[in-house]
Structure formats: C-alpha cells, structure tokens
C-alpha cells in the first residue's frame, strides 16, 4: 500500500451475526423472501441485524439481495436471517412459481403438466 492510502482493518465475516455458532436450523435458504414484522430490535442484535431489518422493512429481498445491497457474504446473511426469523423479527416466505401453483380445480396447472410431458419425451429420445 502506499502511504497515502489508509489501511482497513480485515475481519472474519461471521463476527457480523455476534455469534460464530451457526447451528440454527435451515429454514431460510437463498430465494426465500423476507420482510421484516415491524418489531424493535433487542439489545444484543448486531450492526448487521439492525441493517437487515432496515432494508426489508419497506419490502421483501431475498438473502441473496441482501448480501448484494450491504457487501456481505451470502452465507453471513442466511446466518443474520435465521437469527431474525427464530426471534420472530423477520417473516419469511418461500414463493410458489405459476407453474407450481394448483389451478383452481386443484389440479396442476397445464404449463407444468406440458413441462413434465417434454422432459418425458425427451427422456424416451435418449
């Protein structure tokens, strides 16, 4: 470095989730969608957990965008949002595709029945 620049000081990312024990349970994954509940933060969340709230308060972003709007890992962030769901600050929600999504009858929507048609044909191709 030369000696106008300043130097920054490197931390082990894990030091943003105030814990370096990871052991919660998987319910957020990267396409889950959260937004936060509305409710104030205790005392022992974190820089970064008050940053998460913050950025979903107004909307949904997944882990993933999150990570993208703050410059952190995606794995720090899972590990922020499992903490913020298990306090009962953040809800989180998986979103259905259309074409996952039943029809009105209850049964499968025909974009999914001709996408399991296709890959069975081209299946019998092979």
């Not at 989730?17 to 957020?28: E, F, K, M």
């Not at 952190?72 to 259309?98: F, I, K, N, R, Y």
């Not at 049964?107 to 048609?117: D, F, I, T, Y």
């Amino acid at each position: 470095m030369s000696r106008g620049q300043e130097q920054r000081r490197l931390l082990p990312a894990y030091l943003a989730t105030g814990s370096s024990d990871a052991s919660l349970p998987g319910t957020v994954d990267t396409l889950t969608a959260l937004r936060a509940k509305g409710l104030p933060l205790a005392s022992y969340h974190t820089t970064a957990h008050q940053r998460v709230v913050a950025i979903v308060t107004d909307g949904s972003l997944t882990p993933v965008e999150i990570a993208g709007y703050l410059g952190l890992p995606v794995s720090v962030c899972l590990v922020l949002a499992e903490q913020l769901v298990s306090d009962g600050l953040l809800q989180a929600s998986v979103p259905t595709p259309d074409a996952l999504a039943p029809s009105r009858a209850g049964a499968p929507s025909k974009e999914l029945m001709e996408e399991v048609l296709s890959g069975l044909q081209s299946l019998l191709a092979a």
